[in-house]
């Protein structure tokens, strides 16, 4: 039963050494962006531990966890856990309450959503101008 839930492929990512490299620029880029998005959502928030640093390593944990998981465990139930991992890990690295932790991370996906459509209008309209 408990090797149902395990994607069998998940080690076909680190055979290689571009699997590696790979793996490893995704969780740098992707932390990057997070504490972005984090540390713009907790201005709506009054958290401890606002500064960019302490948002990054906050980040920085939390994609680490979420991709391993991603890469290991099936995708809904990779999706659950990474959910209560993420809210737990801001709840106990800023010191707030598990329900503004689920409001930060609510207001991180709509801050997200927003940054990609404002860069997505930004890059067409330099493609525009460039062809």
Known sequence: MILQLINPGWLATFITLYGIAFFILSIIISSIILAIVLK???AFVKAEHENFGAVYVTAL???IIIQLLFLIIYFWIALVLALILFWL??????EISYGKAILVSILALIVYI????ILAIV???ILVFLI
């Open 114 to 117: 927003i940054l990609i459509f």
């Open 123 to 125: 890059l067409a309209l």
């Open 40 to 42: 713009i959502t907790f």
């Open 61 to 63: 944990i939390a994609v």
């Open 89 to 94: 890990i801001i709840a106990k690295r800023h």
